[in-house]
């Protein structure tokens, strides 16, 4: 069901989880900020284990939502004044798009800390809009329609976490999504290793990166050359021709910080062990390593890698000074409803 008015004396309880996503060919600039609207199409890789799950129970004789967060401490709390109000918007337009008036209690917990430096929103904000949806609608909404309620949340990239496996999210004819699944996750087994090398949260946030892209001298040369990038890209998945891969992964990573680097006024994203993760990843591979970096707007380094190449990658990454911890995930197959409840 895409639109229209639903019954409130039908919505019952729903819990879902979506995983985070990495991409390959960056959402980076938008043509609508606020609706999420992008002005070029992305590629990414939607994980398995980092995960957001979300619970959401409609509420009766209340006025406003009831936003809860799992804190660092394990326990259920009511969300930061940021956190809830991003919720409550992504709510409001998805009552909106349902037809649907009520408030409801919603509970997120992710399986990866704060701390982590791993970015949250994609995975959240997907599960959240199949929470809600599962409870207003008894049952999840088609993919398509999923991403599109993810979307609305104003974090792009949830729109490609509605989706499992290789996922492209078009910006042509109007960008409004959804996203298709372009290779199953059964197409090929990725392994991602997130080096961290920074926790805290990042100072400009990827809204603010949005804006401040087209004021880079550069943005205009990379929208002409994403077309072709995004070829090769797909072209190399669809191989699964590793080297190739390797190479345009790491162009895009590199040239999205260059577009960040560049714009006025410039962000800078890395820190010094984000370089020192690249340069080990380029001579893994020249050891016959099977490795490739990306980054999205922080500081963290995404290691993409075979199956057979993960364990000695692992550790390498691990004795890199700077290098807090690493996270290792691999390509998942979408969002799903659960039947235990967040509480
Ligand atoms: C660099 O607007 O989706 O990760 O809401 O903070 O998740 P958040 O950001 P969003 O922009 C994502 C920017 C990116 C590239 C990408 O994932 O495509």
Redesign the pocket.
């Given at each position: 069901m895409a639109k229209g008015t639903a019954d409130h004396r039908k919505a019952g309880s729903a819990t879902a989880e979506a995983a985070a996503n990495i991409?390959f060919i960056?959402?980076?600039g938008a043509v609508d900020l606020e609706a999420?609207i992008p002005a070029n199409p992305?590629i990414?890789m939607t994980l398995s284990s980092c995960v957001s799950r979300c619970s959401c129970r409609p509420l009766v004789g209340v006025s406003e939502d009831e936003i809860l967060f799992r804190d660092e401490s394990g326990s259920l709390n009511p969300a930061v004044a940021a956190f809830a109000g991003r919720v409550r918007g992504h709510l409001d337009r998805l009552r909106a798009r349902m037809g649907y008036e009520g408030y409801f209690r919603i509970a997120t917990e992710n399986s990866f800390p704060a701390g982590a430096g791993m970015?949250s929103?994609?995975s959240g904000f997907c599960a959240l809009a199949l929470a809600v949806s599962a409870s207003v609608e008894g049952g999840a909404p088609d993919p398509e329609e999923l991403s599109i309620r993810a979307r609305i949340s104003?974090?792009?990239?949830?729109t490609r976490s509605a989706m499992g496996g290789y996922v492209v999210w078009p910006s042509e004819p109007s960008g409004e999504g959804p996203a298709k699944i372009r290779f199953p996750a059964s197409h090929w087994d990725l392994r991602d290793l997130v080096a961290v090398v920074q926790t805290e949260e990042k100072k400009v946030?990827?809204?603010d990166g949005?804006k401040l892209a087209p004021t880079s001298p550069h943005y205009r040369r990379r929208l002409e050359v994403l077309p072709e990038r995004m070829e090769r890209v797909v072209r190399a998945l669809s191989e699964r021709d590793f080297a190739t891969f390797a190479d345009v992964l790491e162009e895009e990573a590199i040239d999205?910080h260059l577009i960040a680097m560049s714009s006025r006024p410039a962000v800078f994203y890395w820190k010094p062990a984000t370089l020192a993760v690249l340069e080990q990843v380029r001579r893994m591979r020249s050891d016959g390593l099977e490795a490739a970096s990306t980054m999205?707007?922080g500081a963290n380094v995404h290691v993409l890698c075979t199956p057979e190449s993960e364990p000695a990658v692992a550790e390498r990454l691990a004795k890199i000074p700077g290098v807090g911890r690493v996270i290792a995930d691999r390509v998942g197959s979408g969002p799903r409803l659960l039947d235990s409840e967040v509480n």
């Open positions: 991409a960056k959402y980076w999420a992305s990414s970015a929103s994609a104003g974090s792009g990239s949830a946030s990827s809204l949005h999205l999205d707007a």
